[in-house]
């Protein structure tokens, strides 16, 4: 697990948007294509708004035409509803980039139709059974939500389907996610995590991957279910958000080293 704690949402998004770039070039001159799936929430606004922003250097960094952008989850609403997670990308990136390739989740459908779609154009635009994404963007929610993966969720025992539709409780609201083997898929997956009121998941998830005997417990905590299968995960968090991480290079019990980026 690499973990790189940025000094503020500023920061983090700045470095994420690099690291877009970096992915995306590598993936379009290896396949003359890049897969991104958009995580929802508020967190990658800024991401989303640096990519587009003319007055830096990654707009131009990025081959639009060659750009699939999908999708990690949906609420069960129109996309020009406030809760949309089209809505906030299309205002934040779409809207002000040249036209690419958007695979939109039909959030204004019945929940279990729109998942079923989704998962028919994801078989539609890739032949392998599980899409390889190059990129999965993901948030991280208070309770160790992952995409809409929450816990307890049936959702995350599916192993089969690509897209569902799960009813969540505690939002008293349908969402459609990407299940868990697509989302471990990617090539790499990418935690965006800002704010003080992450800090105590963040410090349980993070602190529990260093200790030897480290068991994920992905039905408490989803976040811990995301292990990609031929890819890295990368944990971006800002200060704030990284308060209770034991922090130290300690090569953990997870495999791999722990590399703590502290960045400016
Ligand atoms: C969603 C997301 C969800 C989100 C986390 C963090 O649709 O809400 O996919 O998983 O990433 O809840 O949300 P914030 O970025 O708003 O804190």
């Given at each position: 697990?690499?973990?790189n704690?940025?000094?503020?949402?500023?920061?983090?998004?700045?470095?994420?948007?690099?690291?877009?770039?970096?992915?995306?070039?590598?993936?379009?001159?290896?396949t003359?294509?890049?897969?991104?799936?958009?995580s929802?929430?508020?967190?990658?606004?800024?991401?989303?708004e640096?990519?587009?922003?003319?007055?830096?250097?990654?707009?131009?960094?990025?081959?639009?035409?060659?750009?699939?952008?999908?999708?990690?989850?949906?609420?069960?609403?129109?996309?020009?509803?406030?809760?949309?997670?089209?809505?906030?990308?299309?205002?934040?990136?779409?809207?002000?980039?040249?036209?690419?390739?958007?695979?939109?989740?039909?959030?204004?459908?019945?929940?279990?139709?729109?998942?079923?779609?989704?998962e028919?154009?994801?078989?539609?635009?890739?032949?392998?059974?599980?899409?390889?994404?190059?990129?999965?963007?993901?948030?991280?929610?208070?309770?160790?939500?992952?995409?809409?993966?929450?816990?307890?969720?049936?959702?995350?025992?599916?192993?089969?389907?690509?897209?569902?539709?799960?009813?969540?409780?505690?939002?008293?609201?349908?969402?459609?996610?990407?299940?868990?083997?697509?989302?471990?898929?990617?090539?790499?997956?990418?935690?965006?995590?800002?704010?003080?009121?992450?800090?105590?998941?963040?410090?349980?998830?993070?602190?529990?991957?260093?200790?030897?005997?480290?068991?994920?417990?992905?039905?408490?905590?989803?976040?811990?279910?995301?292990?990609?299968?031929?890819?890295?995960?990368?944990?971006?968090?800002?200060?704030?958000?990284?308060?209770?991480?034991?922090?130290?290079?300690?090569?953990?019990?997870?495999?791999?080293?722990?590399?703590?980026?502290?960045?400016p």
């Amino acid at each position: 697990m690499e973990l790189n704690v940025f000094q503020n949402p500023q920061a983090l998004a700045r470095a994420a948007a690099y690291h877009f770039v970096q992915v995306h070039q590598r993936a379009v001159a290896q396949t003359d294509g890049f897969a991104v799936a958009l995580s929802g929430g508020t967190t990658p606004r800024l991401l989303y708004e640096l990519l587009a922003d003319p007055r830096e250097p990654f707009r131009d960094q990025i081959d639009w035409k060659k750009s699939f952008f999908l999708f990690t989850d949906e609420r069960n609403v129109p996309p020009d509803h406030p809760d949309s997670n089209y809505r906030m990308a299309h205002e934040a990136l779409f809207s002000r980039v040249p036209k690419t390739q958007i695979v939109r989740i039909a959030g204004e459908k019945p929940a279990e139709q729109a998942a079923q779609e989704y998962e028919d154009i994801l078989a539609d635009l890739y032949e392998a059974d599980i899409p390889d994404l190059d990129l999965v963007l993901l948030g991280l929610g208070e309770d160790g939500h992952v995409a809409s993966l929450f816990p307890h969720s049936p959702a995350l025992q599916e192993k089969e389907r690509l897209v569902v539709a799960p009813w969540v409780e505690k939002l008293n609201a349908y969402r459609i996610t990407m299940t868990l083997p697509i989302l471990n898929a990617g090539h790499s997956v990418v935690f965006l995590v800002t704010g003080a009121s992450k800090a105590e998941i963040v410090g349980k998830i993070i602190n529990a991957d260093k200790k030897p005997d480290f068991q994920p417990n992905p039905d408490l905590y989803p976040a811990q279910a995301i292990c990609p299968t031929n890819g890295a995960v990368s944990w971006f968090v800002d200060e704030a958000a990284a308060r209770l991480c034991s922090i130290n290079n300690s090569s953990n019990a997870g495999g791999g080293s722990d590399l703590l980026n502290k960045n400016p």
